[in-house]
């Protein structure tokens, strides 16, 4: 368990804490609650449900990486299985600022990562930026999706984004969270077929050019990453982001990746190969393998 999730845990009210102890103490803990820890949190704490997501913000928000700016965004995105995903802002010294990822986003891809169906809300602990509201208009839920805001009434994103942008625009009637299978041929290298399971579950209606992310960590482990686009473009996440916040939220450290494999395929209109190879070099080094695949 890292430092900054103890001082979170540590600074949590008496009560909230010692409820939230027992879980965040285990070794299984991976950054989220199902929705009988949720329950079982509100009865210990006396909180309503918004309440308690405020609460937990600090928890998310300790997962931060923020080298830049040294200011730690937290979110939670909340599943309609009633489960809550933590997900906090990763920055990348060396690497262009672009490439920077939000709580918001890293909240939802941690979601959309365990294959959550429907996101009802989602809690920060401060204004979602422009950039996040266009990337939450993605979503499944983007018609009835709450964010819920320290010292705020409740509101819809369509409050936070009226006049919105997004896939209609372009004539696409898919969405974030729409379940997605390419079907790509299988290889027999185990990393690799990780990332081409997770190629064939991104997200990329506007290119078509699905590709996936699989980071080894030690001899047995691996996480994944998908890529997921987005109407405006620019706010898209891309698959080693994706990864890079899975590997982040459980706990890894980035000296632990072992392997990197980028699955992309064959003939896409854009790569994500040197945006991705770049970011591990940044990140201490790493290589990255990549490996075209062909749409069965
Ligand atoms: O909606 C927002 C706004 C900003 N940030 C992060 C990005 C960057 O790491 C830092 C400063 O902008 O805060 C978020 O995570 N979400
Ligand atoms: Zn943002």
Same mark, same amino acid.
């Given at each position: 368990?890292?430092?900054?999730?103890?001082?979170?845990?540590?600074?949590?009210?008496?009560?909230?804490?010692?409820?939230?102890?027992?879980?965040?103490?285990?070794?299984?803990?991976?950054?989220?609650?199902?929705?009988?820890?949720?329950?079982?949190?509100?009865?210990?704490?006396?909180?309503?449900?918004?309440?308690?997501?405020?609460?937990?913000?600090?928890?998310?928000?300790?997962?931060?990486?923020?080298?830049?700016?040294?200011?730690?965004?937290?979110?939670?995105?909340?599943?309609?299985?009633?489960?809550?995903?933590?997900?906090?802002?990763?920055?990348?010294?060396?690497?262009?600022?672009?490439?920077?990822?939000?709580?918001?986003?890293?909240?939802?891809?941690?979601?959309?990562?365990?294959?959550?169906?429907?996101?009802?809300?989602?809690?920060?602990?401060?204004?979602?930026?422009?950039?996040?509201?266009?990337?939450?208009?993605?979503?499944?839920?983007?018609?009835?999706?709450?964010?819920?805001?320290?010292?705020?009434?409740?509101?819809?994103?369509?409050?936070?984004?009226?006049?919105?942008?997004?896939?209609?625009?372009?004539?696409?009637?898919?969405?974030?969270?729409?379940?997605?299978?390419?079907?790509?041929? @299988?290889?027999?290298?185990?990393?690799?077929? +990780? /990332?081409?399971?997770?190629? %064939?579950? =991104?997200? #990329?209606?506007? $290119?078509?050019?699905?590709?996936?992310?699989?980071?080894?960590?030690?001899?047995?482990?691996?996480?994944?990453?998908?890529?997921?686009?987005?109407?405006?473009?620019?706010?898209?996440?891309?698959?080693?982001?994706?990864?890079?916040?899975?590997?982040?939220?459980?706990?890894?450290?980035?000296?632990?990746?072992?392997? @990197?494999?980028?699955?992309?395929?064959?003939? +896409? /209109?854009?790569?994500?190969? %040197?945006? =991705?190879? #770049?970011?591990? $070099?940044?990140?201490?080094?790493?290589?990255?393998?990549?490996?075209?695949?062909?749409?069965?």
């Amino acid at each position: 368990m890292n430092d900054s999730l103890l001082n979170a845990l540590q600074r949590c009210t008496p009560r909230l804490g010692e409820a939230l102890r027992p879980y965040v103490m285990a070794d299984t803990f991976k950054a989220s609650f199902s929705a009988e820890e949720v329950s079982a949190l509100q009865q210990a704490s006396g909180l309503s449900a918004t309440e308690l997501a405020l609460a937990l913000l600090p928890l998310a928000a300790s997962y931060a990486i923020t080298p830049l700016s040294h200011f730690n965004v937290g979110a939670i995105a909340q599943g309609i299985s009633g489960r809550w995903y933590l997900g906090a802002n990763m920055e990348f010294a060396s690497a262009p600022i672009q490439q920077t990822i939000h709580a918001e986003q890293s909240a939802i891809n941690h979601a959309w990562m365990c294959n959550e169906p429907q996101l009802t809300a989602v809690t920060v602990n401060y204004t979602p930026c422009g950039h996040c509201r266009q990337f939450m208009n993605e979503l499944n839920s983007a018609q009835q999706l709450t964010i819920h805001l320290p010292g705020c009434a409740p509101q819809t994103l369509h409050d936070y984004l009226p006049n919105a942008f997004g896939p209609k625009d372009l004539g696409i009637t898919d969405t974030l969270f729409d379940p997605q299978a390419h079907p790509f041929a @299988a290889q027999s290298d185990p990393l690799i077929e +990780a /990332a081409i399971d997770a190629a %064939s579950q =991104s997200y #990329a209606p506007y $290119t078509r050019a699905y590709s996936g992310i699989a980071l080894q960590i030690d001899g047995e482990h691996w996480v994944t990453g998908r890529y997921a686009e987005n109407a405006a473009f620019n706010p898209s996440l891309p698959p080693l982001q994706s990864a890079l916040i899975m590997l982040q939220l459980q706990g890894y450290p980035v000296s632990a990746i072992t392997r @990197a494999v980028l699955v992309e395929v064959s003939d +896409a /209109a854009l790569s994500q190969q %040197s945006a =991705s190879a #770049a970011i591990l $070099t940044a990140l201490g080094g790493y290589s990255l393998e990549t490996v075209t695949v062909f749409s069965k």
